[in-house]
């Protein structure tokens, strides 16, 4: 069955530092979208994306976050300047218009820590 | 704009005994509804999801809910509880966007289910 593939599954990162976290949707799949967990709490919507650009956003994606697609297969989330306050657990997520969006399909998630 | 509402934030049930979380939620159109389980460091598994067909759906491991309309509710039921269910349960509705034409899945604040020996 296709999946949504993360990687790293954990990432340790000093505060103010830059990191990727990367995703390789289904390959069908044409909407990709990140979310986000901070540890104890609900699950965030970041930022949706289809056809090369960012089509909805949260207030939570500011300046310090953005979204790529560079190859055509992956999907990444940059965080430029890291905080404390990004420690959480970032979800990527893939769905397809031809199945009506009625499902969207999560990756095991990467488990950003920020020291 | 959609919206769920988890109404326990932890339930407690003994092994073999009944499981019942409760969600409500709140559109403007027929919405699609889902469960998802997340077991302790683990990523998010679809349990079942409901779109607009049978009301009463069943996923896997057991466990079904219920798409009522009249009372905006879509609770998340297992006859029997296992050791193994006892996780983190997110009730999630999808929310449209008519300008952009995208969706996007909007969470409930989650149900911790402990199942005790």
């Known amino acids: 069955e296709p999946e949504v593939t993360q990687t790293p599954s954990h990432q340790v990162t000093q505060m103010g530092q830059e990191v990727i976290l990367r995703c390789v949707p289904i390959?069908?799949?044409?909407?990709f979208y990140w979310y986000r967990q901070i540890l104890g709490q609900k699950v965030e919507f970041l930022v949706s994306?289809?056809?090369?650009?960012?089509?909805?956003k949260s207030e939570i994606f500011d300046d310090q976050f953005s979204v790529e697609r560079p190859d055509g297969s992956n999907f990444t989330l940059k965080i430029r300047s890291t905080k404390l306050e990004d420690s959480a657990m970032y979800f990527c997520?893939?769905?397809?218009?031809?199945?009506?969006?009625?499902?969207?399909?999560f990756g095991q998630g990467t488990r950003l820590t920020v020291v | 704009a959609q919206s769920v509402t988890q109404l326990d934030s932890h339930v407690s049930v003994s092994e073999g005994t009944p499981v019942l979380l409760r969600c409500n939620y709140s559109s403007s159109y027929s919405p699609s509804l889902f469960w998802y389980v997340q077991h302790p460091n683990k990523g998010l598994q679809l349990l079942l999801k409901?779109?607009?067909?049978?009301?009463l759906v069943k996923g896997i491991n057991g466990f079904e809910a219920e798409f009522k309309k009249s009372e905006t509710s879509f609770h998340l039921t297992k006859p029997s509880a296992h050791m193994s269910d006892a996780a983190e349960y997110f009730c999630?509705?999808?929310?449209?966007?008519?300008?952009?034409?995208?969706?996007?899945?909007?969470f409930g604040t989650g149900t911790r289910l402990k199942v005790l020996a």
């Open positions: 409901y779109t607009s067909a049978a009301t």
């Open positions: 994306f289809y056809n090369n650009e960012i089509s909805e």
């Open positions: 997520a893939s769905s397809s218009p031809y199945q009506g969006h009625t499902e969207a399909f």
């Open positions: 390959s069908n799949h044409l909407y």
């Open positions: 999630v509705v999808s929310d449209v966007s008519f300008t952009s034409g995208t969706y996007k899945y909007i």
